[in-house]
């Protein structure tokens, strides 16, 4: 019997290689691959990225869709993605659509009538046979359209490793030196004008670590560390007390998961879903001085910072979704969908 091949649609965005959705992908591919799946990467492009990462094959979207057993796309804000959905549901023996969005609440984003175009089509391209996986339960409540399912995330089990053994506590004498980091896009989504301005107002020892210099040049003797390697990135997390990114909305939040594996404290600054009924680190209501003082009042208080990286460590080892499967009926159901 043949292997199952199924495909994965995505286009990465930020840092190309290690981008929520690039680690999204990487994970996915991950999952597939230790189950047997022939796993092919199908994007926009007339030809294969240059940053194609390793053990996944490029296929051409406009030819191949028919030798699949299952497509799954990632992300839902590429409209190439949502032509592709329907030229895989428009085809005789087409493969059967799985959907992984990392919606982001339209109530929370710069964007919502883009938001709310994007939640209306995931909940009609349900009633065609696509299979929309939520990370959160909030996700799974605003996409909901009939086949929508709450899944757990997959994170690479590198991530799963390092969080598993962050768990046993990092000692109280472990230097720090930095106090608050950044990691992604300067954006406003991304919380960086918030970030810049918490830098100034407290004084304390920032960097940030980008895909690309920001514009400006009130920087506030921010450390900039531009498109580091996957194996610098634990390294600088580990000098860092607090990671701050005050993004508006964080559909899962895999740089924060990152730092919390390297005993990197994570307030919370926005709405993520993802800490629904953690009590504390609940800083989104605070004004730019209260979090200034916030951030300074941690970062010199070595044993509560580490008794609340010690919290974060067990809500994330007790979450309800590490008790969901990851992308139900991928693997166990490789047939294709029915034809029209």
């Known amino acids: 019997m043949s292997r199952a091949r199924i495909g994965l649609a995505y286009h990465p965005s930020g840092f190309s290689q290690r981008g929520g959705i690039q680690r999204l992908a990487i994970g996915v591919a991950e999952h597939l691959r230790q189950r047997g799946v022939q796993v092919s990467l199908l994007t926009a492009a007339p030809g294969p990225p240059v940053d194609l990462p390793q053990g996944l094959e490029w296929v051409d979207s406009n030819s191949r869709l028919r030798d699949l057993d299952s497509l799954v796309i990632i992300g839902c804000n590429q409209p190439w993605a949502y032509g592709l959905a329907v030229q895989a549901l428009l085809l005789p023996g087409g493969p059967r659509i799985h959907w992984l969005p990392s919606f982001h609440d339209p109530r929370w984003v710069a964007h919502p009538r883009r938001a709310r175009l994007a939640q209306r089509v995931l909940k009609r391209l349900q009633r065609a046979g696509v299979i929309v996986h939520g990370q959160t339960q909030h996700e799974v409540n605003l996409l909901n359209g009939g086949c929508c399912r709450l899944s757990s995330h997959g994170l690479s089990d590198r991530l799963k490793q390092q969080l598993s053994a962050a768990g046993n506590g990092f000692g109280a004498g472990e230097e720090r030196p930095l106090d608050l980091l950044f990691l992604g896009r300067p954006t406003a989504q991304k919380g960086w004008p918030q970030f810049v301005s918490v830098?100034?107002?407290s004084g304390l020892r920032c960097a940030a670590i980008?895909?690309?210099?920001?514009?400006?040049?009130?920087?506030?003797?921010?450390?900039?560390v531009l498109n580091p390697s996957d194996a610098e990135i634990p390294l600088l997390l580990r000098r860092a007390k607090l990671m701050l990114i005050p993004a508006d909305y964080e559909s899962f939040g895999i740089a924060q998961l990152e730092a919390l594996a390297q005993g990197c404290l994570v307030p919370i600054l926005g709405c993520w879903p993802l800490w629904d009924g953690f009590q504390s680190l609940q800083w989104q209501q605070f004004s730019p001085n209260q979090l200034a003082t916030a951030c300074q009042e941690i970062c010199n208080d070595r044993l509560q910072r580490?008794?609340?990286?010690?919290q974060q460590l067990a809500f994330l080892h007790d979450h309800p979704i590490q008790r969901q499967p990851f992308l139900s009926d991928l693997t166990t159901s490789s047939t294709k969908a029915e034809s029209p």
């Open 199 to 201: 830098a100034r107002r």
């Open 210 to 224: 980008l895909p690309f210099l920001p514009d400006g040049n009130e920087l506030h003797s921010i450390e900039l």
């Open 306 to 310: 580490l008794a609340l990286v010690a």
